[in-house]
């Protein structure tokens, strides 16, 4: 399926709601560049964990401005040691700026693209076509994170796994700079019962509409 107009997508919401594999899924179908702001939180709390440098604002702005993203793949980046610390650099105006350039720098380059994250709708793409904002109850969100991270943690507990989403989402909800918050247009999806083909069936709903409404007839090959 391929398309000859283009569309610019926002995903935000909270930790383990499913918002990766929405935009993921969304991406794929209709041939969209895929960025997930949270990989550059993690890539950064990685580089600062492993480097420890002595000046991580200088530090990291080198490695994000040559930074390939396609590349983030190879890192295991889904520990819970990466999760926790990348909430609190988070926190970090001068860390979120190196990393909201990146981000803008990227829609600017893919006008065809797809990015998630928690302040994307509010900051890095207020323009977006279409904005969606993904939630979930905590116990739903706990399961699915513990499923991920027991891949490379076998001694992982369910119970830690949904005190630290807990705690992560009051940090991402409090914190003065670009919170975590719902942007007025956004189309809410509720993944704690939606499978992933209903997830991707109901969002492809409002892609389509926004197609329609932009360019009316639009082409698939």
């Not at 440098?53 to 295991?76: E, Q, V």
């Not at 609190?88 to 981000?103: M, P, S, T």
């Not at 499923?147 to 001694?155: F, I, P, R």
């Not at 909800?173 to 956004?186: A, E, F, G, M, V």
């Amino acid at each position: 399926m391929k398309y000859d107009k283009f569309i610019q997508i926002s995903c935000d919401g909270g930790a383990a709601t499913g918002k990766s594999t929405g935009a993921k899924m969304i991406s794929k179908k209709y041939k969209l560049r895929f960025l997930s702001s949270g990989l550059l939180y993690r890539y950064a709390g990685y580089l600062i964990l492993k480097f420890k440098p002595k000046n991580k604002i200088g530090f990291l702005r080198k490695k994000f401005k040559k930074l390939n993203y396609n590349k983030l793949s190879k890192i295991n980046l889904h520990t819970q040691e990466i999760s926790n610390y990348s909430a609190v650099i988070a926190k970090e105006n001068k860390i979120r700026k190196i990393l909201k350039i990146f981000q803008i720098n990227f829609s600017k380059k893919n006008k065809n693209c797809c990015i998630e994250g928690r302040d994307i709708s509010t900051k890095i793409l207020p323009n977006s076509d279409l904005k969606f904002f993904f939630k979930c109850n905590l116990n739903a969100a706990a399961k699915r994170r513990y499923k991920e991270l027991k891949k490379s943690n076998a001694k992982i507990k369910l119970k830690d796994v949904k005190k630290s989403l807990k705690i992560r989402n009051i940090l991402d909800t409090k914190r003065k700079n670009s919170p975590l918050l719902k942007h007025r247009d956004s189309v809410e999806i509720d993944t704690g019962k939606l499978s992933k083909r209903a997830m991707l069936a109901k969002m492809s709903k409002y892609v389509e509409k926004i197609l329609n409404i932009k360019y009316g007839i639009w082409t698939r090959a």
